[in-house]
Nanobody, 127 residues
Framework: QVQLVESGGGLVQAGASLRLSCAAS????????MGWFRQAPGKEREFVAA????????YYGDSVKGRFTISRDNAKNTVDLQMNSLKPEDTAVYYC????????????????????WGQGTQVTVSS
């Protein structure tokens, strides 16, 4: 497993941008598929975005397509989530997750694929 620490959450107004970052502890970070999930109060955990180990393949949840961008830097062991045009419905705790190995994009959104999770960072978007 890998230890993950998220940062960058906060309170913003609708339409603003925010960038989340996740730092990983493991030197084999480049062998992990990385993802972002979120969970709002009273709702199930929702897939947001994922990126392949090489960074060449990305996949997004329908609710964030065209607004959010996931990227990774294997030299720095980090994965970022750039969030633009934020909406009040984006309010949630955002979690970084790591899945060992390579997978097809069609399974990136499966929480059970990931064996390491961060503690989460709160994002609140006011209307």
């Amino acid at each position: 497993q890998v230890q993950l620490v998220e940062s960058g959450g906060g309170l913003v107004q609708a339409g603003a941008s925010l960038r989340l970052s996740c730092a990983a502890s493991r030197r084999t970070f480049s062998s992990y598929t990385m993802g972002w999930f979120r969970q709002a109060p009273g709702k199930e955990r929702e897939f947001v975005a994922a990126v392949s180990w090489s960074g060449t393949t990305t996949y997004y949840g329908d609710s964030v397509k065209g607004r959010f961008t996931i990227s990774r830097d294997n030299a720095k062991n980090t994965v970022d989530l750039q969030m633009n045009s934020l909406k009040p419905e984006d309010t949630a705790v955002y979690y970084c997750a790591a899945a060992p190995g390579a997978y097809g994009p069609n399974v990136y959104g499966t929480p059970g694929l990931y064996n390491s999770w961060g503690q989460g960072t709160q994002v609140t978007v006011s209307s």
